[in-house]
């Protein structure tokens, strides 16, 4: 099976061997990640995090994975401020499965080409009370967009003018093949209402999970709160891996290998789409990230993925994106997994289906 499903890094993403080294020295040099401790995170990160952001390192919560920090902020932000989740359409998918889970009342608001439109934004702003708004601003899971330098101004305004706290999320931002960094929303406001979070499961490996938050000092005490009564204290072990890789001075050529392995991805998801599908669908081209998203297919998409599945090849239909049903003539394609050659195989056989 050609998987196009997969938001995971291609397994030559991963350097085994220079882990385990990092992972031996870590142990070596500091003995105590072996035990219990903060809840917060191992403390040399959290102070390289702290540093990085221009930040106290109190306010940077290491968490396991972003996905496990988000639980924390929404479980926080629904007891704090009761009201909807604003989120974008579409959305990545297993925020939605937790927002639903914990009983929140979830609003989409439309995007296009450049993100999040704010004038939407500002609707449903004024429409009723808002918990917080939920964005993936930079090559967003599934679209693969990213929300405009001007657009960023706005959602930052409207954030102040109406004492709305946001959660910027944003795993993919370091994982850019070509173009300029874009400024965070949470640099842009200044971090009293933006919490920003992040993760080195794309920059480095998924398994170690390791995510973080930059929040508010009160909130992010509360962030740490929560870990310690859900876990004790974070894996400290794959965190000083991490700062391991960082002091010596290997976290960014070892991006820089991975971005060089993604970008051959993207280059063939993005090239084999213009070679098959032109003139049957649209598609984002992102200039980072893992993703790309087709939209105006000529069929629904989860009939393509049945016969997409027999054929061989997989991928997440647009209707798991949104939180009422909409997407289905979208499709979410992850270039990040297969190889370049399957990646055109894969791409072409969707194609012929598409032509049947
Ligand atoms: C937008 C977004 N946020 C968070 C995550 C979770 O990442 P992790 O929990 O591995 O840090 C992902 C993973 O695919 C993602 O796409």
Known sequence: MISFARGAPAPECLDGELLADCARAAIERDPSVLAYGPGGGYAPLREWLGARHAVDPERVVVTNGGLQGFVFY???????RPGRVLVEAPTYDRPLKILARLGASVVSVAMDGEGLDPEALERELDAGETSFVYSIPTFQNPSGRTLSTVRRDHVVELARSRGVPVLEDDPYGLVRYEGEPLPSLHELEGG???????????????????????????????????????????????EATIFELIDRGLFEPNLE???????????????????HLSGMATWSEPEGGYFVWLDDLPVDASELLARAEAAGVTFVKGTDFFPDGAGARCVRLAFSYASPSEIVDGVSTLAALLRE
């Not at 929404?74 to 704090?80: D, G, H, Q, S, V």
């Not at 929560?226 to 974070?234: K, M, Q």
């Not at 060089?260 to 090239?271: E, H, I, S, T």
């Open 257 to 275: 290998r991975i971005r060089g392995l993604l970008r051959a991805r993207r280059d063939a998801m993005v090239g084999a789409l213009e070679e």
């Open 74 to 80: 929404a479980e926080e932000l629904l007891a704090e």
């Open 192 to 238: 009293e209402l933006v919490t920003y979070a992040s993760s080195f499961s794309k920059t480095v490996a998924p398994g170690l999970r390791v995510g973080w938050f930059v929040a508010p000092a009160d909130l992010a005490a509360r962030l740490e709160a929560r870990a310690v009564s859900n876990y004790i204290s974070p894996p400290f072990l794959t």
